[in-house]
């Protein structure tokens, strides 16, 4: 049994808990609002993003019990092999890792938009080609390929570098939108009448609010990027819980902030039917003018810094954790010599995201749609894995009361856990039934398709030899430690052999 790889313990809670806020909010706080009122209309589109992040709180119970007792790096990987054994980890390990390095990609595809709008001289010059009815220019992809190598380089460098810029660019990212809406309120020109009507009026309400409810996995997914930093932790794991809520209400109340500004200084529906490239530019822009342009550049760059950051951070550690247990090649587990941090995964992630850029933002789009059932399966597990531990009485459960893994015994916790396995499932299912308000279009499809395909073939390809390394040392791999707080009789219920 070779030596287990252990990344240090670096991490300070409020670094965390700017991981995963940061991650969370990203780029679409800024950038989507005026689609997300196409939608569902302004109230419509605050109440759908209100609900899902009260659904993303009732998962949050589980993952703070998992991240609590099995701090350990992979995250939802290492929760489906406790559960289920290693295939099920394999099945929720490939399409995680899906969905951070589409979400890295996109970020510096906005970062490119951004471009496009502050300095479109050099964001659109050299155009090369259209993609999807969408303009590809060499200054564009070179601000994403920048963007993705220099956040690259900071990860390689530590997760204390990292965390400590995260955490800045957060604080610069609230007070700018705090900003921002201070100013719309007090302008003359804004006016709540320009909310109205507050529902989208061509649909019933409910189908608009449920439509934006259906992207709440991918709205917030960054506070699941806190058990992927578990192992890096320098404190208790008991404090992972507060810190997801903590993320998850901020992120919410800046989603609906922004919401609000945008729809406050023109009739909301004239906005939207114009198509403009970012509405929430155009309206600040035309209220508060370069200063206020400014300060949401500056807002909109540290939501994309951060989003670059915290899944940089995610998805290198999801990659580290399945390279450790040898279902990816031995290198991904392999640590810096000198910074002691997963680089492989770093700079996989990297090359991965730098052919992005070169397809358009329209085919990028689509990947991520689809991307949102890789979270979504995520969240699923974590929430049954977490449903077989609690009991709702003394009998047996899967915990070791003598150790320090308890308050096991409580129907609260179990119901919570319940609940948000069935949330899980019902964001699966509406984005996959084809009756659904937010049912994946034919694109998204097929490039879900071609990811499972690829997943296929390399299970075929790796699955032989992992399938046949033995249990006692795939447990160790995986689990560390920690592994020995479970009682056996659970672990033999799983498909582990």
């Given at each position: 049994?070779?030596?287990?790889?252990?990344?240090?313990?670096?991490?300070?809670?409020?670094?965390?808990?700017?991981?995963?806020?940061?991650?969370?909010?990203?780029?679409?706080?800024?950038?989507?609002?005026?689609?997300?009122?196409?939608?569902?209309?302004?109230?419509?589109?605050?109440?759908?993003?209100?609900?899902?992040?009260?659904?993303?709180?009732?998962?949050?119970?589980?993952?703070?019990?998992?991240?609590?007792?099995?701090?350990?790096?992979?995250?939802?990987?290492?929760?489906?092999?406790?559960?289920?054994?290693?295939?099920?980890?394999?099945?929720?390990?490939?399409?995680?890792?899906?969905?951070?390095?589409?979400?890295?990609?996109?970020?510096?595809s906005a970062l490119a938009?951004?471009?496009?709008?502050?300095?479109?001289?050099?964001?659109?010059?050299?155009?090369?080609?259209?993609?999807?009815?969408?303009?590809?220019?060499?200054?564009?992809?070179?601000?994403?390929?920048?963007?993705?190598?220099?956040?690259?380089?900071?990860?390689?460098?530590?997760?204390?570098?990292?965390?400590?810029?995260?955490?800045?660019?957060?604080?610069?990212?609230?007070?700018?939108?705090?900003?921002?809406?201070?100013?719309?309120?007090?302008?003359?020109?804004?006016?709540?009448?320009?909310?109205?009507?507050?529902?989208?009026?061509?649909?019933?309400?409910?189908?608009?609010?449920?439509?934006?409810?259906?992207?709440?996995?991918?709205?917030?997914?960054?506070?699941?990027?806190?058990?992927?930093?578990?192992?890096?932790?320098?404190?208790?794991?008991?404090?992972?819980?507060?810190?997801?809520?903590?993320?998850?209400?901020?992120?919410?109340?800046?989603?609906?902030?922004?919401?609000?500004?945008?729809?406050?200084?023109?009739?909301?529906?004239?906005?939207?039917?114009?198509?403009?490239?970012?509405?929430?530019?155009?309206?600040?822009?035309?209220t508060l003018g370069s200063?206020?342009?400014?300060?949401?550049?500056?807002?909109?760059?540290?939501?994309?810094?951060?989003?670059?950051?915290?899944?940089?951070?995610?998805?290198?550690?999801?990659?580290?954790?399945?390279?450790?247990?040898?279902?990816?090649?031995?290198?991904f587990s392999e640590l810096?010599?000198?910074?002691?941090?997963?680089?492989?995964?770093?700079?996989?992630?990297?090359?991965?995201?730098?052919?992005?850029?070169?397809?358009?933002?329209?085919?990028?789009?689509?990947?991520?749609?689809?991307?949102?059932?890789?979270?979504?399966?995520?969240?699923?597990?974590?929430?049954?894995?977490?449903?077989?531990?609690?009991?709702?009485?003394?009998?047996?459960?899967?915990?070791?009361?003598?150790?320090?893994?308890?308050?096991?015994?409580?129907?609260?916790?179990?119901?919570?856990?319940?609940?948000?396995?069935?949330?899980?499932?019902?964001?699966?299912?509406?984005?996959?039934?084809?009756?659904?308000?937010?049912?994946?279009?034919?694109?998204?499809?097929?490039?879900?398709?071609?990811?499972?395909?690829?997943?296929?073939?390399?299970?075929?390809?790796?699955?032989?030899?992992?399938?046949?390394?033995?249990?006692?040392?795939?447990?160790?791999?995986?689990?560390?430690?920690?592994?020995?707080?479970?009682?056996?009789?659970?672990?033999?219920?799983?498909?582990?052999?």
């Amino acid at each position: 049994m070779e030596e287990r790889k252990q990344l240090k313990q670096t991490l300070k809670p409020h670094w965390v808990w700017a991981i995963a806020l940061g991650s969370a909010v990203g780029w679409g706080c800024f950038v989507l609002p005026t689609i997300w009122m196409g939608q569902a209309g302004p109230l419509g589109a605050i109440i759908g993003l209100g609900i899902g992040g009260l659904l993303m709180l009732i998962i949050a119970v589980s993952y703070g019990f998992m991240v609590k007792n099995f701090p350990v790096s992979g995250g939802e990987f290492a929760y489906a092999y406790i559960g289920f054994g290693r295939n099920h980890a394999y099945i929720c390990g490939w399409f995680l890792t899906l969905g951070y390095i589409c979400i890295v990609a996109l970020n510096a595809s906005a970062l490119a938009l951004l471009g496009k709008f502050i300095i479109p001289s050099v964001a659109s010059q050299g155009y090369l080609y259209s993609v999807g009815g969408w303009d590809v220019f060499i200054g564009e992809v070179l601000i994403a390929s920048l963007a993705l190598i220099i956040f690259a380089y900071l990860n390689i460098r530590g997760a204390a570098v990292s965390g400590r810029l995260q955490f800045v660019f957060c604080l610069i990212l609230i007070l700018g939108v705090v900003a921002i809406t201070v100013g719309m309120l007090l302008n003359p020109a804004t006016s709540f009448s320009n909310m109205q009507p507050l529902f989208k009026p061509e649909i019933p309400v409910w189908t608009a609010v449920i439509a934006i409810v259906a992207i709440a996995p991918w709205a917030y997914v960054g506070f699941d990027n806190i058990p992927q930093a578990a192992e890096e932790f320098n404190f208790s794991p008991e404090k992972a819980f507060k810190l997801i809520v903590l993320s998850i209400i901020v992120a919410a109340l800046l989603y609906s902030l922004m919401i609000a500004v945008t729809a406050l200084s023109t009739p909301w529906q004239k906005l939207v039917s114009g198509q403009p490239i970012w509405g929430t530019g155009d309206v600040v822009s035309d209220t508060l003018g370069s200063i206020g342009v400014t300060i949401l550049a500056i807002a909109l760059c540290m939501g994309v810094f951060t989003g670059l950051n915290g899944f940089y951070v995610s998805a290198s550690r999801v990659l580290f954790a399945m390279g450790r247990a040898q279902i990816l090649p031995k290198t991904f587990s392999e640590l810096h010599p000198k910074y002691e941090t997963p680089h492989v995964g770093v700079i996989f992630t990297c090359a991965c995201c730098l052919v992005a850029p070169w397809f358009g933002r329209e085919v990028l789009l689509w990947i991520v749609d689809m991307s949102a059932i890789g979270v979504t399966i995520a969240y699923s597990y974590t929430c049954i894995v977490a449903y077989k531990f609690f009991k709702w009485s003394d009998a047996h459960s899967g915990i070791r009361e003598e150790d320090h893994l308890n308050g096991t015994v409580s129907p609260i916790k179990k119901s919570f856990a319940l609940l948000g396995a069935i949330c899980g499932m019902t964001f699966l299912g509406l984005l996959l039934i084809p009756q659904s308000p937010a049912f994946l279009g034919k694109p998204s499809l097929i490039a879900l398709l071609v990811w499972l395909l690829i997943g296929v073939i390399f299970y075929l390809y790796k699955g032989n030899v992992f399938r046949k390394i033995p249990e006692e040392e795939l447990d160790y791999y995986i689990l560390g430690e920690t592994k020995n707080n479970i009682d056996p009789e659970f672990l033999s219920k799983t498909d582990i052999k």
